[in-house]
T-cell receptor, first 117, second 113 residues
């Protein structure tokens, strides 16, 4: 069965600090996708990134970067020079092959990030 | 394209009443998902449609829950004889392919009193 663990329940930083959100996953499939979503106080889940299991290249998008390591089953998310607007709950999620799980997303429990001015 | 719409945004109901939520996905998306999110937790999968066919249901979806997508467009989620444990955010998402990024709606927050 697939599982996603986000060990950090809450993180609090001061603006301009860098912060890394950890994500560890479990799956028996060789083909899977990993996602990060942001959930601001308004409640809507905002898609940030999708990564397939065959692409371990790290990705950078502005102040956001993602580090995918299959050897440790981790898909960590770093925000550089954090801003108050980054305050939200961040979810890591996993999707296995459709024949395994119907392409459902399995979410971690989320990390509440608070960026203080 | 206005994204995924959910209605209502909030619903307060008395225990034992029936409630129905609606989801309008992005028009070209053939896949539609329902998730439930309780406070402090990540969303949990409830059910999944491809076009009008309901292809998968979670064990979380008790027999008091039913979902439909009659013409492969909008979907409804009905909860009969609501219980306090049903209080949660109900999220709808749609996608074009199985591994595409899902687009979520803003959710319907249900409070059962």
């Amino acid at each position: 069965a697939q599982k996603v663990t986000q060990a950090q329940t809450e993180i609090s930083v001061v603006e301009k600090e860098d912060v890394t959100l950890d994500c560890v996953y479990e799956t028996r499939d060789t083909t899977y996708y990993l996602f990060w979503y942001k959930q601001p106080p308004s409640g809507e889940l905002v898609f940030l990134i999708r990564r397939n299991s065959f692409d371990e290249q790290n990705e950078i998008s502005g102040r956001y970067s993602w580090n995918f390591q299959k050897s440790t089953s981790s898909f960590n998310f770093t925000i550089t020079a954090s801003q108050v607007v980054d305050s939200a709950v961040y979810f890591c999620a996993l999707s296995e092959a459709e024949e395994t799980s119907g392409s459902r997303l399995t979410f971690g429990e989320g990390t509440q990030l608070t960026v203080n001015p | 394209d206005t994204g995924v719409s959910q209605d209502p945004r909030h619903k307060i109901t008395k225990r034992g009443q029936n409630v129905t939520f609606r989801c309008d996905p992005i028009s070209e998306h053939n896949r539609l998902y329902w998730y439930r999110q309780t406070l402090g937790q990540g969303p949990e999968f409830l059910t999944y449609f491809q076009n009008e066919a309901q292809l998968e249901k979670s064990r979380l979806l008790s027999n008091r829950f039913s979902a439909e997508r009659p013409k492969g467009s909008f979907s409804t989620l009905e909860i009969q004889r609501t219980e306090q444990g049903d209080s949660a955010m109900y999220l709808c998402a749609s996608s074009w392919t199985s591994f595409a990024g899902y687009t979520f709606g803003s959710g319907t927050r249900l409070t059962v009193v």
